[in-house]
């Protein structure tokens, strides 16, 4: 018999390989054909080693999820940057890998985002998520996360609506 062992815990930059290969494969798979393919591309490509490394170091707080020796998926999160919405905090971004997808750990990421925003006194959080992309809007709503504000994002030619979904405590 042989245990996975699944962690969840702050980056390191160590990790910055990692956390690139997870992010490219991430937003590929949840992207690709939402966001016209240069463009998605070109997001992709901005996020190598390098950015994320730096995004480390500079204490932007962000939590792996491992499953074994491999990061499956990541979250990122700090203050709301909507000032118009009267939530204190924001999850920015929350992906696993395709084959991560499913299993409970978007769940995991999620709470453990949340926990530590409310212990730095961030007691509300939003998140937003392209409309399009019924995945993320299912979990979110499966979250219990409630519509709470509507957008637009342009990518190259294209304008796609997102939507904030919001958590009080």
Do not use: C
Request: aromatic share 12%; charged share 25%.
């Amino acid at each position: 018999m042989s245990t996975t062992l699944i962690e969840l815990r702050r980056a390191r930059s160590e990790d910055a390989v990692a956390l690139a290969e997870t992010h490219d494969e991430a937003w590929t798979a949840a992207y690709r054909g939402l966001i016209p393919g240069p463009e998605l591309d070109k997001l992709v490509q901005r996020r190598g080693p390098t950015w994320w490394d730096a995004a480390i170091r500079r204490g932007s707080r962000i939590v792996l999820l491992n499953f074994g020796e491999e990061v499956a998926g990541y979250a990122n999160y700090g203050r709301n940057r909507a000032k118009s919405l009267p939530y204190t905090g924001e999850i920015y971004e929350l992906y696993l890998k395709p084959e991560y997808q499913g299993l409970g750990f978007g769940s995991r990421l999620f709470t453990t985002a949340k926990r530590d925003l409310i212990q730095s006194g961030q007691t509300s959080l939003v998140i937003w998520a392209l409309s399009d992309n019924e995945p993320a809007m299912n979990f979110y709503r499966a979250l219990g996360g409630k519509p709470i504000a509507r957008s637009t994002e342009r990518f190259g030619n294209k304008v796609l609506d997102k939507v904030a979904f919001g958590w009080a405590r």
